[in-house]
């Protein structure tokens, strides 16, 4: 669930702008945060030792053997061992222990950058006066309160309700390592990288795109050509930055269903508007766009 928040809060800051100058650094660590919660959600992931879990922990693991000349090396330094078993189960587990704090620390390094420059809002406007900001308290303490009872709610409604709603049934099987499930899919908060993963025939090609998909997003603040950060004023980018959302959604939706079929032709049309939407649309539609006449000088000017 707490993937769910995420996400939510990286593409509002896409729609809004948020990765924009002056706040470059923040939205880099806040990738940053991302990239380490995937690592240790994967790490987490293989620690019930079911039939999901030691499967995935093959397939990740195996993705390094694609390095030219190192990768089998690498390979086998990560699992301590030549193929997975207790050895990689104690190292995950280490690491799973130790990845939350070094989350933490980034994530008080997030809120320092974040402070520096001050949040972002949905005008993608600078402050320059008291008017444009509102109290700390009640006001932000009141929505942000309310979001964790909303939050909480919902999270407790799954729990107890609910609890095996997201669960594999084939990670209740005890680790086999001579029984290869029917079909290896990623959970749903890193399915669409997965998508990009299989898409590509070439095993190094589809390791290449998968990387290259996350570390893009570390140099948005750079691709992003346009004066003005939010899409509220974009009339023509805005279009385009929804079509992306969905598109992202789809590329989760095909990356936890077998790879054949309409299923592998939906993931690689997606895989090609991801890297179109960051590497063409992106630069070009910024250089494309002018202010708006209603363009508003502040943010108080907006309400």
């Known amino acids: 669930f707490f993937f769910i928040v995420v996400y ?31 690592a240790t959600s994967f790490l987490g992931y293989t620690l019930p030792w079911g039939q999901m879990s030691y499967w995935a922990a093959t397939v990740i693991t195996n993705l390094f053997s694609a390095i030219p000349f190192i990768g089998e090396g690498l390979k086998t330094w990560l699992l301590g061992d030549y193929t997975v078993g207790n050895a990689t189960l104690n190292r995950f587990f280490a690491l799973h222990y130790v990845f939350p704090f070094v989350i933490l620390g980034v994530v008080g390094l997030h809120v320092v950058a974040v402070h520096i420059h001050g949040s972002s809002n949905p005008a993608g406007l600078h402050i320059t006066s008291k008017d444009d900001t509102v109290k700390f308290f009640p006001y932000m303490v009141a929505k942000d309160a309310l979001a964790m009872c909303v939050f909480g709610v919902i999270i407790s409604a799954v729990i107890f309700f609910g609890p095996n709603l997201m669960a594999e049934v084939d990670n209740y099987i005890p680790a086999d390592p001579l029984v290869t499930p029917s079909h290896i899919v990623a959970n749903w908060y890193l399915a669409p ?31 992003d050509t346009s004066q003005i950060r939010s899409c509220n004023y974009r009339p023509i980018y805005k279009w385009f930055m929804m079509l992306f959302f969905v598109n992202f959604f789809v590329l989760g939706y095909v990356g936890m269903k077998p790879a054949e079929g309409t299923y592998l032709l939906i993931a690689r049309l997606g895989l090609v508007y991801y890297f179109v939407f960051f590497l063409v649309l992106t630069p070009l539609i910024g250089k494309i766009e002018k202010k708006p006449k209603n363009f508003p000088a502040s943010i108080n000017d907006v309400h």
Not at 198 to 215: H, N, Q, T, Y
């Open 193 to 223: 990288f997965y998508a990009i993963l299989r898409a590509v025939p070439d095993k190094l090609g589809g390791v290449a795109l998968m990387f290259a998909s996350i570390v893009i997003l570390y140099v948005l603040p750079w691709l």
């Open 8 to 38: 939510l809060h990286i593409l509002r800051g896409m729609y809004y702008g948020s990765f924009k100058y002056p706040r470059e650094l923040s939205w880099i660590l806040g990738v940053f945060i991302y990239f380490l919660m995937m």
